[in-house]
T-cell receptor, first 112, second 113 residues
Framework: GNSVTQMEGPVTLSEEAFLTINCTYTATGYPSLFWYVQYPGEGLQLLLKATKADDKGSNKGFEATYRKETTSFHLEKGSVQVSDSAVYFCALRKGGSEKLVFGKGTKLTVNP | DAGITQSPRHKVTETGTPVTLRCHQTENHRYMYWYRQDPGHGLRLIHYSYGVKDTDKGEVSDGYSVSRSKTEDFLLTLESATSSQTSVYFC????????????FGPGTRLTVT
């Protein structure tokens, strides 16, 4: 079946550090891939997405590239801020499906 | 922000009592979803709806029922709440023309004592 595996957290970084959160997936065909972010006490917000191989999604300084050869969609940011502290979820949507499959989430804490 | 509200935002109830959570949208999106979020499990789909009176089960539907009598409202009912249903519940909406991109409500924190 379809599944998403994220690196386990929590991840703690200092401000201005480089961030990578790993995400790999298992799915048949060509799924769409997403990163969602959840700030404390809030619902999830779409951060970025990619719908086909080699697409790069980007938003708010975050980037992720859809790598079909490695079935990965790693999230990166060059210089994190305290305000990036949140839980990050990787998700996939199989083509033709109305449902998302989520990873378990990675909690990021950025210290000043 | 997508127009999605959930009510109540917080609820404490006793084991064995019925509980209904409401999700309301102003976006006229066709699809609505109910998830639960628990530590170590991420988000898990409970039920979803693809139109008025059209619903289907998700991966953790036991103990839950849903109803959708209007496009804008999707209700989640726990017929007889148990402590294992203590969780944070999120509603989401999507529209096929948007590629099923999901927009989430603010969540309801439910505690069953």
């Amino acid at each position: 079946g379809n599944s998403v595996t994220q690196m386990e957290g929590p991840v703690t970084l200092s401000e201005e550090a480089f961030l990578t959160i790993n995400c790999t997936y298992t799915a048949t065909g060509y799924p769409s891939l997403f990163w969602y972010v959840q700030y404390p006490g809030e619902g999830l917000q779409l951060l970025l997405k990619a719908t086909k191989a080699d697409d790069k999604g980007s938003n708010k300084g975050f980037e992720a590239t859809y790598r079909k050869e490695t079935t990965s969609f790693h999230l990166e940011k060059g210089s994190v801020q305290v305000s990036d502290s949140a839980v990050y979820f990787c998700a996939l949507r199989k083509g033709g499906s109305e449902k998302l499959v989520f990873g378990k989430g990675t909690k990021l804490t950025v210290n000043p | 922000d997508a127009g999605i509200t959930q009510s109540p935002r917080h609820k404490v109830t006793e084991t064995g009592t019925p509980v209904t959570l409401r999700c309301h949208q102003t976006e006229n999106h066709r699809y609505m979803y109910w998830y639960r979020q628990d530590p170590g499990h991420g988000l898990r789909l409970i039920h979803y709806s693809y139109g008025v009176k059209d619903t289907d089960k998700g991966e953790v539907s036991d103990g839950y029922s849903v109803s959708r009598s209007k496009t804008e409202d999707f209700l989640l009912t726990l017929e007889s709440a148990t402590s294992s249903q203590t969780s944070v519940y999120f509603c989401a909406i999507s529209e096929p023309m948007d590629g099923y991109e999901q927009y989430f409500g603010p969540g309801t924190r439910l505690t069953v004592t």
